[in-house]
């Protein structure tokens, strides 16, 4: 008995188990059930050039009331009129992702409607990006080398749309080998900058190594980001936002 009462709570819990991962694993809602706006969260993001407007792309993710990421052949994307790609990718685990996507599409009145026509044939806007205004990199006054000894500037002026400067280091690492020749790097998120379309920035020399690195390479991302108009009527946790950006990189010794 004592034996038929352990099989028995195995055989329960091996039941469980395959009801969860049949739970987890069940797909998003056929496509012929999302019958409207309401029924979707979507996820929208965009790149722009900051050197050329049309060279751009947007990726769109659409999800289910349940969270659960669908598309089909029958629900179709469009920006500004063009019909994006639809594209089923085989991912990790037996699980999939699907992903609406769409490069090189020419502005309307400074902007890109993304709209979407479900199964039944109902259409419906889902946002209005901003485009990026664009800009050159001439404008970004640098000196290309850096120095470990001496504070190190950057200044820029007429960037426009850029309102974020992300600063990246890559540091060498010092090994306990003193014979070795392996140089290992690692790169490293140093600041996040709220900035305008002129401006400078300075890192004082103090920040540059610490014990056991050394800085080799300061990036910085003259990035603008923007957010768009979303259809209100879209599930909560729905975005929309674009950037592009201009890189620049500092060597120092």
């Keep these: 008995m004592k034996n038929y009462g352990y099989v028995k709570t195995k055989l329960y819990m091996l039941l469980c188990c395959i009801y969860f991962l049949l739970s987890s694993c069940s797909g998003p809602a056929p496509a012929s059930k999302i019958k409207d706006i309401s029924d979707i969260k979507a996820e929208i993001d965009a ?22 990421e669908f598309g089909n052949d029958s629900v179709q994307v469009s920006v ?8 089923v990718i085989q991912s990790l685990y037996y699980s999939k992702n699907y992903n609406y996507r769409i490069d090189d599409v020419p502005q309307k009145n400074g902007s890109y409607n993304i709209h979407i026509q479900l199964s039944n044939g109902k259409k419906f806007l889902l946002s209005n990006l901003p485009s990026l ?11 290309k080398e850096g120095f470990l000894n001496q504070d190190y500037s950057i200044q820029w002026s007429e960037l426009h749309d850029v309102n974020v400067l992300y600063v990246t280091k890559s540091v060498k690492i010092e090994t306990k080998e003193k014979d070795s ?5 690692m ?4 600041d996040t900058v709220k900035i305008g379309p002129s401006g400078n920035y300075t890192i004082k020399k103090e920040r540059f190594s610490k014990p056991g690195e050394m800085l080799s390479i300061l990036g910085f991302q003259f990035t603008a980001e923007k957010t768009g108009t979303l259809n209100p009527n879209l599930l909560k946790g729905s ?4 950037r592009g950006y201009h890189e620049e990189r500092v060597n120092f010794k």
């Design 80 to 87: 500004n009129g063009k019909k994006a790609e639809y594209k």
């Design 239 to 242: 975005s929309s936002k674009i």
């Design 133 to 143: 205004k664009t800009s050159s990199s001439k404008n970004i006054i640098y000196n």
């Design 187 to 190: 790169e490293q998120n140093s």
């Design 47 to 68: 790149y722009q050039s900051l050197t050329d407007e049309n060279d751009n792309s947007v990726s769109v993710i659409l999800y289910d009331k349940k969270g659960k």
């Design 181 to 185: 020749n392996i140089q290992t790097f």
